[in-house]
C-alpha cells in the first residue's frame, strides 16, 4: 500500500470511529482506575476512544504502529516491526483532546500524527495529520502534502468542506493556557502586548484543538507556554505539539517551543511535553524575541 493510500485510509478510519467516539462519551464523563503515563487522571471516555482506534488503526495494512497518550508504550501491528521504523506508518493519537471539557459539555475532539519513523519521532518526520473537532458541527481539519482541507463528517464520512486553507492576513484573535501566575516573566510580558493589541480578543476554551481552530478560522495565536512550576509546559510533543505544528505550517503559519519550529524539536521520550506556541508568523516572531532566550 503506498503511503499517499495508507493515510487515506487511516483518515477514512478516524472520520468512521468518530460517531462512535461522539456517542461513546454519553455515560463516559467518570473518572476510571489509574492515571496515563502523563500521571493525569483519564475519563473511561479517553480510555474508550483509545481502545477504539488502536483497534481499527493498527488493522490498516501500512500502519506499521500505533501510540497514543493513554498508554505507556508503543503497539506493533506486528511485534517484530513496532520499534524498527521500517514496519510501515506510525500513529500517534490523542484520543480526546480537552477531555476536562466532557463534564461541563464543551468542545474537544481527536488528533492524529502520521509519521514515516519510528516513535518518537522529529515533526519534520510527520507525513500527515489531523484533528476531529466535536463542536456544534463534527469536522476533520487534515494536513497531507502541505496543504491543509477542512472536512464535515456525517454519518462516519468525510465531506469536503473548504481547501487548500490558509491563515489570514489579519489576525484577531489569542488564548493562553496555564495559570497567570505560573507564566514566565518574559511570556506574561509578550502576553501583556497581545492583551492590549486593539485588534486582538481573547477566545480560550480550554480545549487545545478548539483554540487552534479560532486561530486557524480567524487568525491569531495559542499558546500553552513554559510554566515555571513545568519549564516544557503541559502538551505533549508526539500527540499534540507536532501535528497541530504540522497543520499550522501547512496553512502558512509558525510554530515554535519559544525557540524553533516544533517540528524540529528532538524527542526524548514518547511522552516529552514542549511548550507550544502556534499562529500567524509575525505573531510567533514576536513570541520567540520575547521568550527566546528566557
Ligand atoms: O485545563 P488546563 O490545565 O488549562 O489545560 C488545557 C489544555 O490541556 C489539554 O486539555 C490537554 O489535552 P488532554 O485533554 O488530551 O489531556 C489541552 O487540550 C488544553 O489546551
Ligand atoms: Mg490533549
Ligand atoms: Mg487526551
Do not use: C
Not at 493515510?7 to 478510519?13: C, P, Q, S, T
Not at 500513529?91 to 509519521?115: C, F, H, Q
Not at 487568525?219 to 502538551?235: I, N, R, T
Request: aromatic share 6%; glycine share 12%; hydrophobic share 40%.
Amino acid at each position: 500500500m503506498s503511503h499517499a493510500s495508507t493515510i487515506e485510509a487511516i483518515l477514512d478510519i478516524v472520520a468512521g470511529t468518530t460517531p462512535e467516539i461522539r456517542e461513546g462519551l454519553v455515560g463516559r464523563r467518570e473518572y476510571v482506575e489509574g492515571e496515563n503515563p502523563s500521571g493525569e487522571d483519564q475519563l473511561a471516555a479517553d480510555v474508550h476512544a483509545d481502545q477504539l482506534l488502536e483497534e481499527r488503526l493498527l488493522a490498516i495494512d501500512g500502519v506499521g504502529s500505533y501510540a497514543s497518550e493513554e498508554r505507556e508504550a508503543v503497539i506493533g501491528a506486528d511485534e517484530e516491526t513496532a520499534d524498527s521504523g521500517d514496519g510501515g506508518l506510525a500513529v500517534a493519537v490523542d484520543p480526546l483532546d480537552g477531555s476536562s471539557n466532557l463534564k461541563p459539555n464543551n468542545a474537544m475532539g481527536t488528533i492524529v500524527a502520521v509519521y514515516d519513523a519510528a516513535l518518537p519521532a522529529r515533526g519534520r518526520d510527520l507525513v500527515a495529520a489531523a484533528y476531529v473537532l466535536l463542536g456544534p458541527i463534527t469536522t476533520m481539519v487534515a494536513a497531507v502534502d502541505g496543504s491543509v482541507t477542512e472536512y464535515v463528517i456525517s454519518d462516519g464520512e468525510r465531506h469536503t468542506a473548504r481547501e487548500d486553507i490558509s491563515l489570514p492576513d489579519d489576525p484577531t484573535v489569542y488564548g493562553f493556557g496555564g495559570r497567570v501566575p505560573d507564566w514566565t516573566e518574559e511570556f506574561t510580558d509578550y502576553a501583556r502586548e497581545i492583551e492590549s493589541d486593539t485588534s486582538l480578543k481573547l477566545r480560550y476554551g480550554g480545549a487545545m484543538i478548539g483554540d487552534v481552530n479560532q486561530v486557524m478560522t480567524y487568525g491569531g495565536v495559542f499558546a500553552y507556554p513554559a510554566l515555571d512550576s513545568a519549564p516544557e509546559g503541559k502538551l505533549r510533543l508526539q500527540f499534540e505539539g507536532n501535528p497541530m505544528a504540522y497543520i499550522v505550517e501547512s496553512a502558512g503559519g509558525k510554530s515554535s517551543d519559544g525557540e524553533r519550529s516544533l517540528l524540529d524539536v528532538d524527542p526524548d521520550d514518547l511522552h516529552d511535553r514542549v511548550p507550544v506556541h502556534l499562529g500567524n508568523a509575525e505573531l510567533i516572531d514576536g513570541l520567540e524575541a520575547a521568550v527566546g532566550d528566557e
